[in-house]
């Protein structure tokens, strides 16, 4: 069945750039997706990319997919202390399979 | 991006009761809703899928005479958790699916049995 690996921990030193790595294995997959989660709350779509798209920006965040590889990255520029959340990678082809999620943790 | 409701964020009932959980899409038609869960520490897992006015389809492993799911309108869906248990306590998600490429959740509702 359908498979998306993340790391689960990532410390970053703020103001530098945090990468946070996803592997899929669904080569079906149209959409994928990049969620931001913060303790308690919901999930909040930051951005997503089609699967024909190498590479998308928006503002601090910029999504790198390698379809060959099946490997979805987000790197987030400068990061801040609001950044801190569990980052959860998507892929959708009917429906929406996420990762475990990677806890991004900002060190001062 | 699109609005959605669910209801109540948090809940704490008693073992052997039955929760009603409502997702509302406020600003959109859903013709679809999904429902995941999710247990501590863990990723969200779909439970099942409902189109308006059908019965709900769901994944395996989840029960569906104990997850109640109505999907009633194009607006709204409802799971209910009937005779929940603690081992049913986790926190549930609608996404209400518009057909768009965007996927939007509801903020989720957390629920403790005790």
């Known amino acids: 069945g359908e498979d998306v690996e993340q790391s689960l921990f990532l410390s970053v030193r703020e103001g530098d750039s945090s990468v946070i790595n996803c592997t899929y294995t669904d080569s079906s997959s149209t959409y994928l997706y990049w969620y931001k989660q913060e303790p308690g709350a919901g999930l909040q779509l930051l951005t997503y990319?089609?699967?024909?798209?190498d590479m998308k920006q928006d503002q601090r965040l910029t999504v790198l997919l390698n379809k060959k590889d099946k490997h979805l990255s987000l790197r987030i520029a400068d990061t801040q202390t609001g950044d801190s959340a569990i980052y959860f990678c998507?892929?959708?082809?009917?429906?929406?399979?996420f990762g475990k999620g990677t806890r991004l943790h900002i060190l001062p | 991006g699109a609005v959605v409701s669910q209801h109540p964020s948090w809940v704490i009932c008693k073992s052997g009761t039955s929760v009603k959980i409502e997702c509302r899409s406020l600003?959109?038609?859903?013709?679809?809703m999904f429902w995941y869960r999710q247990f501590p520490k863990q990723s969200l897992m779909l439970m099942a899928t409902?189109?308006?006015?059908?019965?709900?389809?769901?994944e395996q492993g989840v029960e569906k005479d104990k997850f109640l799911i109505n999907h009633a309108s194009l607006t709204l869906s409802t799971l209910t958790v009937t005779s929940a248990h603690p081992e049913d306590s986790s926190f549930y998600i609608c996404?209400?699916?518009?057909?768009?490429?965007?996927?939007?959740f509801g903020q989720g509702t957390r629920l403790t049995v005790v």
């Open positions: 600003d959109f038609q859903a013709t679809t």
């Open positions: 409902s189109n308006e006015g059908s019965k709900a389809t769901y």
């Open positions: 998507a892929e959708r082809d009917d429906k929406i399979i």
């Open positions: 990319i089609f699967s024909n798209m």
């Open positions: 996404r209400p699916d518009r057909g768009g490429t965007e996927a939007f």
